[in-house]
């Protein structure tokens, strides 16, 4: 696993970025088998090896739509095994100090058993969110290219 900071984005990656870009500027970057699939017609198609931020292991997967990179996604379980007792919370208030500094106070939101924080950074929109619920705990950081609608789309 690589260590990194909370950082904007890996090294020469941007929101909409070809594929072909994508793996010239992560060399070691890999196809997923089993592409997770969202709204909108994205697919999480390439990963890069896991990054350690704010004390958890991130898997780190690259979402393309329409031949562009439109989501990157940092996505941790944090369940006691792998951390401490706090099932995540520590990571969240670490990444959310974190965001508070590079993109200044968030939108939030907070409902038991979750947290959630957003930003806007240019041409991006930037979230943070924890659970933890039944099914277990798990921290995710997320770009994601902003989709602007004008009134017709309304």
Known sequence: M????AQALPAGVRLGMSAEELRSALPDVERVARPQ?????LAGTWRAAPVALAGLPFDLTFFFADGQL???EYAAAAQPVQTEPDRGAAAFAQLLDWGR???GPEVGARDPGSAYAA???????VYLQRTDGARGASV???????????????
């Open 2 to 5: 690589m260590p990194a900071h």
């Open 37 to 41: 699939r969202l709204a909108g017609g």
């Open 70 to 72: 439109q989501r990157i």
């Open 101 to 103: 500094a590079t993109f």
């Open 119 to 125: 930003w806007v950074a240019g041409d991006a929109d």
């Open 140 to 154: 995710r950081l997320v770009y994601k290219l902003r989709q602007l609608k004008d009134g017709s789309a309304l």
